[in-house]
């Protein structure tokens, strides 16, 4: 308990002027004994863990008050979302844990107990890069909008080589374990493989699906989705002038954290 109220503690005078952060703090739960050494260790790792997800929560859009801290459903959330942060290791994920709760406050997005609940298990249940690698799905769903009478199939042919190409390059995935890669982000709702008995169709291209939009809407700032959903836009509205105009291409940044989308010359880097 003493090496607990010292972390707990410390982190507390790191956040000596943001007092509702200091408040939450104290409702961290302790946790058990073990080995000295141990212990030692796994505070260590907890404390990092809580400092990130505290960071980004302080950073956060929507303002954390006295009064919200007393809420039952607030506290829920919270609790919930804090018991996920010391069970994850990578602090990408943390950060994108804290964002979810950061975001349930929003005016602008209405949702149940039951709905953060089932969000946050769905970040429980993916690694960081499976969330970037549906994530990059996703962006290249944007580039390539439904053309005409095109059914999913067809549209999502157009990228899907693409799509297995960074998935290979960019995350390492074996291209012989793509489809079972996939089935695992199918099962969480995000992802929906597109059946059809077609010649020469494996079977294994898909979609994203609403659910994904939605865990955006929380995980992701506002004003980065509309800047991504303008400039996807400006490629395929069918008014290229712009692109004409500034001899420019369009290039989404590789990050999830970039909040921009970057309009580069020819030949230009990509962040």
């Not at 000596?16 to 004994?33: F, K, Y």
């Not at 994920?93 to 406050?105: P, T």
């Not at 169709?201 to 004003?223: I, M, N, Q, W």
């Not at 303008?230 to 509205?237: E, I, K, P, R, S």
């Amino acid at each position: 308990m003493t090496d607990k109220l010292n972390i707990i503690g410390k982190l507390a005078s790191y956040y000596s002027n943001t007092p509702v952060i200091r408040s939450l703090l104290q409702l961290v739960p302790s946790w058990g004994a073990a080995d000295e050494f141990l212990q030692q260790r796994a505070n260590e790792i907890r404390s990092e863990r809580l400092r990130t997800f505290f960071d980004e929560l302080a950073e956060g859009k929507y303002e954390i008050t006295e009064d919200l801290i007393q809420s039952e459903d607030f506290l829920h959330f919270y609790f919930c979302t804090l018991r996920a942060v010391l069970n994850t290791r990578q602090r990408e994920k943390i950060r994108l844990l804290a964002r979810l709760l950061n975001s349930s406050l929003s005016p602008d997005i209405s949702g149940t107990s039951d709905e953060y609940e089932e969000l946050l298990s769905i970040l429980e249940s993916i690694t960081f890069r499976e969330f970037e690698v549906i994530y990059d799905l996703y962006n290249l769903e944007l580039q390539h909008p439904r053309a005409g009478q095109e059914g999913d199939l067809q549209t999502t042919m157009r990228y899907w080589k693409a799509f297995k190409q960074i998935a290979f390059s960019k995350y390492g995935i074996a291209e012989n374990t793509l489809s079972p890669f996939m089935a695992k982000l199918e099962r969480t709702g995000l992802y929906l493989r597109i059946t059809a008995r077609l010649t020469n169709y494996p079977g294994d291209a898909g979609r994203t699906t609403p659910l994904l939009d939605r865990l955006l809407e929380f995980v992701r700032e506002k004003e980065a989705l509309r800047r991504i959903e303008w400039v996807a836009g400006l490629m395929y509205d069918g008014t290229p002038s712009l692109n004409r105009r500034f001899s420019h291409r369009y290039e989404p940044c590789r990050s999830f954290w970039c909040c921009t989308w970057h309009c580069l010359p020819v030949g230009g880097y990509v962040c």
